[in-house]
Each structure stands twice: as structure tokens, then as C-alpha cells.
């Protein structure tokens, strides 16, 4: 023999991807505790081999668009590869779409979260038609006579193909808000709507509008009283298709799995969804829900790199002796680790937020107007660094496509572009604060539960509120603001909730000042064994 295979750690599968403490942990005391048993058969099914491939096949096998059929008939359809099906249809039954808006168990929002976070984990790409099933609702419910399409929308039917939806089991539904001229300026659509014949009909071009085989669409464009909402279906209740030229999908760096399109409208039926001129604040409805589930995704694609750091390590010997007993990588692990637990940490809080805000709890209603984008900004910003690291860990074997960690790299700076780049949040969250005063004081009351809890925590929290109050300069040192606002939200959370190891690296890295620029420089003294232990899959 000339090649004997050694040193090499065994493929990370067969394992329950729930099986996270911080993540259980947070399902518990969030409220919903009763979905655990449900949450670790699907940690399981995550976990297999079979949908291990179903990932590796729906991105390798790139969606293809079919703008004609054989005869010269428009048809603008796009072909997905059966994985992609076969992963569409697990989240829907799972009810990862909108099935959390029909449940009224509390916590309803919470288990929907836990089972994204932990479905999306071996392949993204297919979360986003389920992301925006889920968030179409609360704006769709701003028009009662579209209420029709609701108990659709929350079906947990997986029903793909474009037919009649009243004929269908279950739907799914898109946005398209973004144009060439405008991308998050989205008052700069030129998309017109004109009111003829007792119906609106679109004409214009969108830019992005993911996930073109969606059933219906909520679409931004001027209407003669200013931009407004506009529900687009694909197919008419009559049968016949809904004028939706795909004029191509984009060749994009990652999200490969996942079709995103320029859709062309031209005299498109379309029906009005809020009153006119409002469309802004219509769709913000949406958006905001997509927005937690951004953070959420990016927790998840943490969790992922984190794990297979960490299982690489523990099956891997270099220098004598296994790499994570090495007290420089297990540092770096640990890092990762903290980063990790405090991205799941703050993405299951901004869940059980929205689940009591939408039962009427105006406390959480406050909150999550500032605590979303704070988290969208920061947490969406964390996961191209920790994948990075993380695929480091793995040296060559994470640079190559087996490995699956080159996915996870070209995915992770998406979450951060989708719904609002950094600047967009920042300033949005600039915005929330002079808007309502009442987010603020529920922002620093979830901080302040922690007060006297750690004196690190303690100075960080006084020294954002004068930074804060300080109105100088507010839009220069806006992106400053919010990172602080979110590592001192995290810091709070770990501090109540997290095991003292845990809280306190994150203490002293994040918000005592003695931490380096990269990963793997927490204090001496740190407890990176019980760290790592915490965080390594089952």
C-alpha cells in the first residue's frame, strides 16, 4: 500500500444538530419548551447524510430558468433539482413557514425559530421563499379582503408548481422591492401603477425578487397617491398566468441553491395591500419579520462553521497531541464558541420578542423596533468572520467544497445585503430612537435586568447611555453606536443566562477591552476548556 488513510476526522453526520445548550437553553426560557422533542427529531434529520447531499445536490445543481416552452409560449418558470424539493418540503411540514401565525400556543414564533435556525444549518439557500412566506402575513393583513390566502400561506403543504391557488394545498410568497436605479432607496422605484378597468396593473422592473416560483409577491410601486403595496399573484384566479417576465436569474456568490430574478411587469394585475401611498410602511410589516430571520439564519450559519471547528479539533492530532488540547487553538475555538452562543442568545430573545408583541404586549412591541435592527446590523456582520475562522481550523481540508465550509464562507455576507445593508440599519435604528423615545428605555431595561451583575457590563451600559445622549455627530458614529448597543444586549443575555465561563470571556473580550482584533486572543485565565466542551456537537 503507498496511501494509508490516517489523522483524518470522520464526517461530522449521524449526529442531532439540536443538541446545543445554547440554543435549548434559550428555547426553554423563551417559552417554548413544549416544541424540544419535536426540535431534536428535526436536529437529527439535519444531521443525516441523506440531508447532508440534499444541500450539496440543490447547490451544485444551480435553479435554471425556462423563459419559453417549446412552441414560442412565455411560460418564465425556473427548474429547481429534486433536493431542493426534497428541503422545501421538510420546512414546510415543519411549519418554517408561515404555520407559526395560525398556532396560538405562546411561543409559537419561538419553536419557529429553533427549527430554522436548525433546518437551515445544513443548507441556507432554501430558507429564503420560507423566510418571506413567513413575514408576507403581518403586511397581508392589511388588506381583509386578500384574508383568503392567509390559511393558505400557513398550510404546512408543500405544494410547488404555478396553478390556481385556490386549487393549491399550500403557497409560498415572495418580495420585490428593489429596483436598478434605487436598491434600498426604495422611494426612487420608478415601477408605475395605474387603476384602470376597476383593477391595478403594474409596469416596470425589478432587480432582486428571490425565489421567482413563489405563488404570490408583495411588490412596491407609484401609484397616483405615492409608492404603495401591491399583492402580485403568478397565477389568476381564473387560471390563467399573471404577466411575470423573468428576463434572467443572477449569477450571485453564494446562495447558489436559491433563484433570484429580474422580473419584468408589464400591465400586471395586482391588488392593493393597505391604503395608498403607505406602501413603505406597508411592506415594513415584511420586512421586519425578514429581518429577524436574517439574524436568525446568521446565527445558524455560525453554529454550523463553529461545530465543524470544533469536531475537526477533537479528531485531529498535530505538534504531539490532539489540536484541541493545544492551548492556542482551543483559545481560538473558545472565541469562536462565545460568538456563537451570543449570536443564538440575542436571535431566540428577538423571537420570544415578536411572539409577545404580536400577542399585544407593547413592552416587546418597543423592543423589537430597535433591538431587530441592532441585531440584524451586528450579528449579520459577525458570520463571514467566525466562517472564516472557522473554515481556518480545518486548514486545506475546509477550503475544499467536501468539506462544506466554502458554502457557508460564500453565503454568509448575504444576510447582511438582504433587507437593509449595515448602513441602512444604523441609521434606522438612529431613526427608532428619535421616533420613539419608548424603544430605548425597552432597550436599556433588557440591559439593565443585568445591572450589578458585572461591573464590565455595568461601565459599558453607563457609557452607552452618554455616548448616546451626546446628539453630535449621531449619523458619523452611528454604525459605532449600534455595535455597542448589540454586544452590550449580548452581554446582558449571557450575563443572566449563559454559564459564568461563558459570560464572563464574553465580559472581558467584548466589553472589558482586553481582547485582540482577531479570534483566539481571550484573556489569560480564560476557562476555554469548559467553553469548547459547551459548544461541541453532540
Known amino acids: ?178 429596483e436598478k436605479q434605487g436598491g434600498s432607496d426604495v422611494r426612487a422605484n420608478t415601477t408605475t401603477a395605474v387603476f384602470t378597468e376597476n383593477q391595478w396593473r403594474l409596469t416596470g422592473h425589478k432587480w432582486f425578487t428571490s425565489a421567482p416560483m413563489c405563488d404570490l409577491f408583495l411588490v412596491l410601486a407609484q401609484a397616483p397617491g405615492g409608492l404603495s403595496c401591491f399583492l402580485v399573484p403568478r397565477v389568476l384566479p381564473d387560471g390563467t398566468r399573471n404577466v411575470f417576465r423573468i428576463q434572467r436569474l443572477k449569477d450571485k456568490l453564494g446562495n447558489r441553491s436559491n433563484a433570484s430574478s429580474e422580473p419584468e411587469f408589464d400591465g400586471t394585475v395586482a391588488w392593493l395591500v393597505g391604503d395608498e401611498g403607505q406602501g413603505v410602511r406597508t411592506i415594513l410589516e415584511m420586512v421586519s419579520t425578514t429581518r429577524l430571520d436574517c439574524v436568525i439564519g446568521s446565527a445558524s450559519g455560525m453554529r454550523a462553521a463553529v461545530s465543524q471547528a470544533i469536531h475537526h479539533a477533537k479528531h485531529r492530532s498535530a505538534f504531539g497531541g490532539p489540536l484541541i488540547g493545544k492551548p492556542a487553538m482551543r483559545n481560538v475555538l473558545a472565541d469562536l464558541a462565545i460568538e456563537s452562543e451570543a449570536a443564538t442568545a440575542l436571535a431566540v430573545r428577538l423571537a420570544g420578542s415578536l411572539d409577545r408583541a404580536v400577542r399585544g404586549d407593547r413592552g416587546e412591541q418597543a423592543f423589537r423596533r430597535l433591538a431587530i435592527p441592532v441585531g440584524k446590523f451586528w450579528v449579520c456582520k459577525r458570520q463571514p468572520a467566525v466562517v472564516g475562522e472557522a473554515l481556518e481550523c480545518l486548514g486545506g481540508n475546509g477550503y475544499v467544497e467536501d468539506s462544506g465550509l466554502p458554502r457557508l464562507y460564500r453565503d454568509a455576507p448575504l444576510n447582511s445585503i438582504w433587507e437593509g445593508s449595515g448602513n441602512v440599519q444604523a441609521l434606522d435604528v438612529l431613526r427608532g430612537m428619535a421616533r420613539s423615545p419608548e424603544s430605548l428605555a425597552a432597550f436599556f431595561a433588557e440591559t439593565d435586568a443585568a445591572a450589578g451583575a458585572d461591573r464590565r457590563l455595568d461601565h459599558a451600559v453607563r457609557e452607552l447611555r452618554g455616548h448616546l445622549a451626546d446628539h453630535q455627530d449621531l449619523e458619523v458614529r452611528a454604525r459605532r453606536l449600534v455595535e455597542r448597543m448589540a454586544l452590550v444586549l449580548q452581554g446582558s443575555l449571557l450575563v443572566r443566562h449563559a454559564p459564568a465561563p461563558v459570560a464572563d470571556a464574553f465580559c472581558a473580550s467584548r466589553l472589558g477591552g482586553d481582547w485582540g482584533h482577531t479570534f483566539g486572543t481571550l484573556p489569560a485565565g480564560t476557562d476555554t476548556a469548559a467553553i469548547v466542551d459547551r459548544a461541541a456537537p453532540a
Open 1 to 178: 500500500m503507498t496511501h494509508e488513510v490516517f489523522n483524518q476526522p470522520p464526517p461530522l453526520v449521524g449526529h442531532d444538530v439540536a443538541a446545543d445548550a445554547a440554543l435549548t437553553e434559550a428555547l426553554a426560557r423563551e417559552g417554548a419548551d413544549w416544541y424540544a422533542a419535536d426540535l431534536h427529531k428535526l436536529g437529527l434529520r439535519a444531521g443525516s447524510e441523506e440531508t447532508r447531499r440534499w444541500g450539496d445536490e440543490a447547490n451544485r445543481h444551480e435553479p435554471r430558468l425556462l423563459t419559453h416552452d417549446r412552441y414560442g409560449h412565455r411560460v418564465d418558470e425556473v427548474e429547481f433539482h429534486p433536493s431542493w424539493h426534497r428541503l422545501m418540503d421538510v420546512a414546510v411540514a415543519e411549519g418554517l413557514a408561515g404555520a407559526a401565525w395560525a398556532d396560538p400556543r405562546p411561543g409559537a414564533h419561538v419553536a419557529r425559530a429553533a427549527g430554522f435556525y436548525v433546518w437551515t444549518q445544513p443548507e441556507a439557500g432554501h430558507g429564503c421563499p420560507i423566510s418571506m412566506t413567513y413575514a408576507v402575513i403581518p403586511a397581508l393583513r392589511n388588506a381583509p379582503d386578500l384574508a383568503f390566502y392567509e390559511p393558505l400561506l400557513t398550510s404546512r403543504a408543500y405544494d410547488p408548481g404555478l396553478r390556481t391557488p385556490a386549487g393549491k394545498r399550500g403557497l409560498l410568497a415572495g418580495m420585490g422591492m428593489t
